[in-house]
């Protein structure tokens, strides 16, 4: 599959933006590899060719939202690019591309969190669950749109990761743990 040709449908009008997507994306995709060899070498089965797509379109569903900053000026609010990147992938056919996209914010986001926190995105559990959806969710976190030239630290990562409670620093502490070298 032609991840770019995918990513060019829908942003070709927004340089900057595709840009920045494409960047994340691409340093995303290579930590998301480079896990997915570590797994392989332990004999633990992943389809690598899926985890190069699945990130390259993780973030697919930024372009709705509104984030100035990376510009992004959607009229959703940022949570909610996980969801509508997976909407996008389904109407494009790619069902397990678009479970990646909605599992991928945080270390997931369950059920009860959506009701306890009114997040504006339809009652679901959204944690990852298959590797691959754990590779690209853990991947994803080194990784800023808003500045790109930067690996965010492990201890930036559990700060930010702790804010949303003690559920989501367990599922990203059994991340750690599965990708541990």
């Excluded at 942003?11 to 797994?39: C, F, K, N, W």
């Excluded at 973030?59 to 959607?74: Q, V």
């Excluded at 389904?90 to 069902?95: D, H, I, K, Q, S």
């Excluded at 800023?144 to 990562?157: D, F, G, R, T, Y």
Aim: charge should be negative; include cysteine.
């Amino acid at each position: 599959m032609d991840c770019i040709k995918l990513i060019d449908k829908y942003y070709a009008d927004y340089p900057e933006l595709r840009t920045i997507l494409l960047t994340h994306s691409t340093q995303v995709r290579d930590r998301a590899l480079e896990l997915a060899q570590q797994l392989i070498d332990r004999g633990i089965e992943v389809d690598k060719d899926f985890v190069a797509e699945a990130a390259m379109l993780h973030d697919i569903g930024i372009i709705f939202c509104s984030a100035p900053k990376i510009f992004c000026n959607g009229p959703h609010k940022y949570i909610e690019h996980g969801y509508l990147g997976a909407e996008l992938l389904r109407e494009e056919g790619l069902p397990r591309h678009a479970r990646v996209a909605e599992r991928h914010t945080g270390s997931g986001i369950t059920m009860e969190q959506v009701f306890r926190e009114d997040l504006p995105i339809p009652a679901a559990d959204y944690c990852p669950e298959t590797i691959e959806e754990k590779i690209v969710c853990y991947a994803d976190k080194f990784f800023s749109k808003s500045h790109l030239n930067e690996e965010v630290s492990p201890a930036k990562i559990r700060e930010t990761i702790w804010r949303y409670g003690h559920d989501a620093i367990l599922r990203w502490n059994a991340m750690e743990q599965l990708f541990k070298p």
